[in-house]
């Protein structure tokens, strides 16, 4: 059977470091004009970036857009240490976000109200809000942030803020699969105002999906537990709790969690919008 919301969750987050001189130079990270897989062993020190107005805090950029590739979203980690945070963490006003926590607790001021986050909670806040986040705690806290430019629609409103934690969700198990495959849903996937979705999902051992899945949306997969073997366009890419997987539109993907436990991941998709089409001169 499906994971029960209620049950204890692993979440894997990455801690930087530099590795000895000794280190074998081959790894698993690979860019393709379909896909990208960026191994936990190559999120160090040296690759880390900075953001205007935070302080005590470091990120690692798993995804940004760029032309030809995925082009509608960018994905940070997110690591702040004790003190650290923001009063002025989004300069851009058209810019929704998700942010995700795997490792410690941070506060989130949205809209005047504060909110504790631990492992495994989960934000939405819409384009324009007024927001701050601190760790107030007494260790690092490292979460992921997705960002993508909200599409408005005429006619549909904005959706608003909301603050859970995975742990109250309840999974909802794909048809035919005894279990194996779920998917923790934090929207209503039939709620136009929402034009992405973060998602996680979860397999367990023998989990499948049973099909190279070829669609438009764009992808991140971040790997928060387990492994499994992965089918990008047409490789099979052995991937890890840590891994992550960045697929441009139409790239084929099918998954194997062959164990031994469960296999999940934090996915963002882009959805609910008209295609956009050259203009030609109009």
């Known amino acids: 059977m499906a994971q029960r919301p209620n049950e204890p969750k692993t979440y894997y987050a990455p801690t930087g470091g530099h590795p000895p001189q000794t280190q074998l130079l081959t790894d698993r990270a690979v860019f393709t004009e379909a896909y990208a897989v960026i191994p936990k062993g190559v999120m160090r020190d040296i690759v880390t970036s900075h953001l205007p107005f935070w302080t005590g805090t470091r990120l690692w ?105 995975e742990t109250v969700v309840e999974p909802l198990v794909m048809p035919n699969t005894n279990g194996c495959w779920s998917t923790t849903r934090f929207v209503d996937t039939q709620d136009m105002r929402y034009d992405m979705h973060v998602n996680i999902v979860n397999f367990l051992p023998g989990g499948v999906i049973p099909f190279a899945e070829t669609h438009v949306m764009e992808h991140g997969l971040y790997v928060l537990e387990g492994k499994a073997v992965y089918l990008l366009n047409k490789d099979w890419v052995e991937v890890e709790a840590g891994d992550y997987m960045w697929l441009r539109a139409f790239c084929p993907q099918a998954c194997y969690a062959g164990g031994p436990g469960p296999f999940r991941y934090l996915l963002y998709k882009d959805v609910n919008r008209h295609m956009k089409l050259p203009t030609y001169g109009r």
Not at 68 to 87: C, H, K, L, N, R
Not at 126 to 136: F, T
């Open 61 to 165: 950029v798993l995804s940004r857009p760029l032309t030809g590739f995925a082009e509608t979203f960018s994905q940070y980690i997110m690591e702040v240490q004790p003190g650290g945070g923001s009063d002025r963490p989004e300069t851009d006003p058209g810019a929704e976000a998700v942010l995700f926590v795997v490792e410690g607790e941070l506060t989130l001021t949205l809209s005047g109200k504060e909110y504790n986050m631990s492992p495994g909670g989960y934000a939405f806040i819409p384009p324009g809000s007024d927001w701050v986040l601190h760790n107030n705690s007494g260790e690092v806290v490292r979460f992921h942030w997705i960002r993508k430019a909200y599409e408005k629609v005429e006619g549909i409103e904005m959706p608003a803020a909301f603050v859970t934690n």
